[in-house]
């Protein structure tokens, strides 16, 4: 089994930044693709950023520019940092990953639980 514990969310004001983080722990063999999306109120779940393991990385259209996302396979964690946010950012951010796990034979999608983040003056 592997665990997602994210970190980085909260309140910020429009034009200012944060940096989330989301850790992978447990039976963790190999990573695969990191993947990061977004669900605000009353809207479905969107896709904001992938970054695989090897290839292209991918935005979605509204965060180009302001947000990257990056990988650190020592530590197992995936990051999204997002600069110059706006109040249309604001929502509940998810972060995904692939995993190949001790002993099996193809890869899990694991989803982290979740974390706010507010874009308000």
């Known amino acids: 089994q592997v665990r997602l514990v994210e970190s980085g969310g909260g309140l910020v004001g429009p034009g200012g930044s944060l940096r989330l983080a989301c850790a992978a722990s447990?039976?963790?063999?190999?990573?695969?693709?990191w993947g990061w999306y977004r669900q605000a109120p009353g809207k479905q779940r969107e896709f904001v950023a992938r970054?695989?393991?090897?290839?292209?990385?991918n935005y979605a259209d509204s965060v180009k520019g302001r947000f990257t996302i990056s990988r650190d396979n020592a530590k197992n964690t995936g990051y999204l940092q997002m600069n110059d946010l706006k109040a249309e950012d604001t929502a509940v951010y998810f972060c995904?990953?692939?995993?190949?796990?001790?002993?099996?034979?193809?890869?899990?999608?694991?989803w982290g639980q979740g974390i706010q983040v507010t874009v308000s003056s």
């Open positions: 970054v695989p393991a090897l290839g292209r990385i």
């Open positions: 995904n990953v692939a995993v190949l796990e001790w002993g099996a034979f193809s890869q899990t999608d694991y």
């Open positions: 447990g039976r963790i063999r190999s990573l695969d693709a």
